[in-house]
């Protein structure tokens, strides 16, 4: 898969921008502050709607200005997809494919599939239980559709459930049989995501494992579990336990979306027995085991946005990687780094045909 194309009308700093991308690697280079990762935000929202930093959507919009457009053409077995995300102040985001308004924006996810690894993923070991229910929520999403849908439902009949709650507390009634109606709608739901959340660990883990070897070059194990109140017990019998407390607080206590994916290494938690430098390889090795997967569940390779890597990475970890894009692992790739000449340097080996654009206070020009 690639992405040949991309244009952008006021989207975050930039007022307008078109560019033709290598099949192979491109780079974006320019100082602190002045775009690069915009750009690779911008080829995210392609991918998956939205951005990967900003959870409300307007905050993409230029300041000053009315709307966003970002617009790009992928080419996926010979054919060629034009998708464009727009967004108008105050109104509903519309995505398109080929002119064609999708009516679900969830039709789209996975389509166009891209694997960003960030100075941000870190925040995923830091961050409490939620960063990475939506992490694996959304990588498992990408790779199955029903599961996608399951999710919505899911959240969607929480909701109803915790407004009910709330309901109840505020006007002081209890209806147990319309709790347990939703009890019985939201069970099923819940069950299947904590079994494919599980299963989906099940072969994720050892990939994972062989990047962490290959990336660290070090002895420690590491893994990742999962830790679900429904697995070996049933949700109904939960809901109806937890049912006082749920009361009490006005909201679902039990249920997948208080799950949490541990992250472990040599039995211990990451967050507090890994080094900054095990950690940093941790989230790398889980970002090429999701690039690793979803390349092999969907025939073809996502596109790899590499954020500020050389600048973070130490010598060795970055060699390892560039022997992969020696080795042809990935497909297309997008890069920024603040140094042209480091850039340069670091990719001079390789056969790869090289596009390099320079970034400069939200405009971007191609010199190479
Ligand atoms: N909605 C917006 N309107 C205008 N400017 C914005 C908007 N959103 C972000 N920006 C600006 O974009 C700039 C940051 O761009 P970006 O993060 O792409 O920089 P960068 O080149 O990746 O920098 P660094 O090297 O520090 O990572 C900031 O100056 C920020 O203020
Ligand atoms: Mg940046």
Known sequence: ???????????????????????????????????????????????????????????????????????????????????????????????????????????????????????????????????????????????????????????????????????????????????????????????????????????????????????SDSSETVTLTYKSQLLGTSFEQQLLQAERKDLALQRTTVGPHKDDFVFLMDGNPVKNFGSQGQQKSYVIALKLAHFEVMAERQHHKPLLLLDDIFDRLDEKRITKLMQMVAAHTFGQIFLTDTHLDRTDKILSGLSESIRRFEVKEGKVSLIG
């Open 1 to 215: 898969m690639l992405l040949e194309n991309l244009s952008l009308l006021f989207f975050k700093n930039y007022d307008e921008a078109s560019l033709s991308f290598s099949p192979h690697i491109n780079c974006f280079i320019g100082d602190n502050g002045s775009g690069k990762t915009n750009l690779l935000d911008a080829i995210h929202y392609l991918s998956l709607t939205k951005s990967a930093f900003n959870s409300s959507d307007a905050q993409n919009i230029k300041q000053g200005e009315e709307y966003f457009m970002v617009k790009g053409r992928f080419v996926v077995e010979g054919e060629k997809h034009t998708v464009l995300c727009s967004l108008k102040q105050g109104q509903k985001k519309t995505v398109t494919h080929n002119k064609v308004l999708y009516e679900k924006m969830s039709e789209h996810i996975g389509r166009f599939p891209v694997v960003l690894i960030s100075p941000y993923d870190t925040d995923l070991i830091r961050e409490g239980s939620e960063e990475r229910r939506k992490y694996f929520d959304s990588l498992i999403s990408q790779l199955n559709h029903t599961y996608l849908e399951q999710l919505i439902q899911y959240n969607y009949i929480l909701k109803q459930r915790n407004s009910l709650l709330k309901q109840f507390a505020e006007r002081h009634y209890f209806d147990k049989d319309y709790l347990h109606i939703l009890n019985e709608q939201l069970v099923p739901f819940g069950q299947q995501l904590a079994q494919e959340r599980a299963a989906f660990l099940e072969t994720f883990v050892p990939v994972f494992q062989k990047h962490y070897r290959h990336i």
